[in-house]
């Protein structure tokens, strides 16, 4: 069991920075996710590897020119430019030795970098089922190619707030309720797994009408790790979280993957949450 704390809080600082940072705190295990972008991204990551246990996340290495990860787009250039990430990211990991890449499920639209995290202006929403089918046709197309570099992929599910919904009259993407993750995973292979972020299943089953507790139990057999935050249930706002949160009693302690992503800005803070998380799962 590994608990690493995201660098996502840190956008001003690159990850060889941020990860300095956590080293002098104390923080050995590190998930890295976005951030400043920066150039010699291999050497620097070799050089982080000598000092940290990290994994690849999402959005890194993060480009020069910004754009939203989006493998269920039909927009040929986004798919491309969203599939040649991943892959460079999995050979990434491979290079490294890591047996784990995540990135999050598609959208029915394309989003602006801007619009991530908040309410995102209505928009041309792509047929569901189109999207779905190419979705899965691509992650399948990358797990074959992950599994002969050892690296198995993780999809994080995604978080539709009420006002997203209200906005859209629908749901514009993948993977924020329990039935479609399970249909995704039903149709993917065998080392593809889910990455369930707690705080987007907490916004999720108010906006959907379902019980969190369904996500945890329906997928529970393709549940590879945890994202760990929490939030007023209304806006994904990368809140800390304490020993009483809601979310501890659906966690299983037997997976290798458990990442904080908790924006606070203070490493010494941080520290204490990833204490107090492997208290929670021993």
Not at 110 to 133: H, Q, S, T, W, Y
């Amino acid at each position: 069991m590994s608990v690493y704390i995201s660098t996502g809080g840190f956008k001003n600082l690159n990850f060889l920075e941020t990860a300095k940072l956590f080293k002098k705190n104390g923080i050995n295990n590190i998930e890295l996710s976005g951030g400043a972008y920066t150039s010699d991204v291999k050497k620097k990551l070799h050089l982080v590897n000598k000092f940290a246990n990290i994994q690849l996340h999402n959005y890194f290495p993060p480009p020069k020119k910004s754009f939203v990860l989006n493998l269920a787009s039909l927009d040929e250039k986004i798919f491309r430019r969203s599939n040649k990430h991943i892959m460079d990211s999995i050979k990434l990991c491979s290079m490294l030795g890591k047996k784990y890449y995540s990135f999050h499920a598609g959208f029915l639209c394309d989003i602006k970098p801007n619009e991530l995290g908040k309410k995102i202006k209505k928009k041309k929403i792509f047929p569901r089922n189109v999207c779905l089918a190419k979705f899965i046709s691509r992650i399948t197309n990358l797990s074959i190619k992950a599994k002969k570099l050892r690296v198995k992929l993780m999809i994080e599910n995604n978080v539709l707030s009420s006002n997203n919904l209200k906005e859209f009259e629908t749901n514009p993407f993948l993977m924020a309720d329990p039935e479609e993750c399970k249909y995704v995973l039903d149709n993917v292979p065998k080392n593809v797994g889910l990455l369930v972020d707690v705080a987007h299943v907490k916004i999720s089953s108010k906006s959907l009408n379902f019980q969190a507790k369904r996500m945890f139990d329906l997928n529970s057999k393709r549940i590879f790790g945890y994202h760990l935050s929490d939030n007023d249930g209304l806006k994904d706002s990368n809140k800390s979280f304490n020993s009483n949160s809601w979310f501890w009693k659906y966690l299983k302690n037997d997976k290798k993957y458990y990442s904080i992503e908790v924006y606070n800005g203070d490493p010494k803070k941080l520290r204490r949450l990833q204490k107090l998380t492997i208290q929670k799962l021993i």
